[in-house]
T-cell receptor
Framework: GDSVTQMEGPVTLSEEAFLTINCTYT??????LFWYVQYPGEGLQLLLK?????DKGSNKGFEATYRKETTSFHLEKGSVQVSDSAVYFC??????????????FGTGTRLLVSP | GAGVSQSPRYKVAKRGQDVALRCDPI?????LFWYQQALGQGPEFLTY????????KSGLPSDRFFAERPEGSVSTLKIQRTQQEDSAVYLC???????????FGPGTRLLVL
C-alpha cells in the first residue's frame, strides 16, 4: 500500500539556520502531498500542500516541491526561528476511488530550534 | 471561531474496561475522520463519516472498535474491552467536504493499564 518515509529526528538547529526535512513516498497512483505541523499542546495543522508533479507548496517561509521522478517532497526553510520548534509530518492522500482524502502519514520529525 | 474539540483530553482505563471518546467537529462540517496515533508514530486512519453515514471503516483495528455519528455532528469512538495495545492518542478531524483541508482536534490520550 501507499507509504511515507521521513527522516528521523530530532533535528536540532540554531536560529536562522537552513532547514531541510526529507520525505519520500510510495504510491500506486498520483497522490497529493502534504506537510502538517504539530506545535506543543496543539492539534495537527496543515502547513502546505501540492497536488501534482512539479507543484511547489509554500507557507510561513516553508516550501516543498512535488518531485515525481524522485518520489520526494522535502520540506525547506531558509531561516528557522525558535517558534518553528514542533513536530512535522509528511503525508499523502490516496486519489483513487475512495471519494475522500484518506491521509497516510510519515512518523514525524521533531525540530528543535535554539536561540 | 471554534475548532474541533475532543473530550476527554486524557483517559486512563484498566484493561478490559470500555471507553468512549467524543469529538465535536467544526459547525457545518460534513466530513469527519478518526485517526489513531501510537507513541512515536504518525496518525493512522481509522474511519470516515459523511454526515451520519460511515463510509469507510477499513482502519478500525478490531471489532472492539466502534464509531458512530448519529445526527451527523458529534461523533463517538467506542473501544470495548480495552487492551494495552490500544494505548495511543486518538485524533478527530473534520472538513467541509471529503477532499477539503482536514482540521484536527487536540486529541484524546488513552492509557490502558
Amino acid at each position: 500500500g501507499d507509504s511515507v518515509t521521513q527522516m528521523e529526528g530530532p533535528v536540532t538547529l540554531s536560529e536562522e539556520a537552513f532547514l531541510t526535512i526529507n520525505c519520500t513516498y510510495t504510491a500506486t497512483g498520483y497522490p497529493s502531498l502534504f506537510w502538517y505541523v504539530q506545535y506543543p499542546g496543539e492539534g495537527l495543522q496543515l502547513l502546505l500542500k501540492a497536488t501534482k508533479a512539479d507543484d511547489k507548496g509554500s507557507n510561513k517561509g516553508f516550501e516543498a516541491t512535488y518531485r515525481k521522478e524522485t518520489t520526494s517532497f522535502h520540506l525547506e526553510k531558509g531561516s528557522v526561528q525558535v517558534s518553528d520548534s514542533a513536530v512535522y509530518f509528511c503525508a499523502l492522500s490516496d486519489q483513487g476511488n475512495t471519494g475522500f482524502q484518506k491521509l497516510v502519514f510519515g512518523t514525524g520529525t521533531r525540530l528543535l530550534v535554539s536561540p | 471561531g471554534a475548532g474541533v474539540s475532543q473530550s476527554p483530553r486524557y483517559k486512563v482505563a484498566k484493561r478490559g474496561q470500555d471507553v468512549a471518546l467524543r469529538c465535536d467537529p467544526i459547525s457545518g462540517h460534513v466530513s469527519l475522520f478518526w485517526y489513531q496515533q501510537a507513541l512515536g508514530q504518525g496518525p493512522e486512519f481509522l474511519t470516515y463519516f459523511q454526515n451520519e453515514a460511515q463510509l469507510d471503516k477499513s482502519g478500525l483495528p478490531s471489532d472492539r472498535f466502534f464509531a458512530e455519528r448519529p445526527e451527523g455532528s458529534v461523533s463517538t469512538l467506542k473501544i470495548q474491552r480495552t487492551q494495552q495495545e490500544d494505548s495511543a492518542v486518538y485524533l478527530c478531524a473534520s472538513t467541509l467536504g471529503g477532499w477539503e483541508t482536514q482540521y484536527f482536534g487536540p486529541g484524546t490520550r488513552l492509557l490502558v493499564l
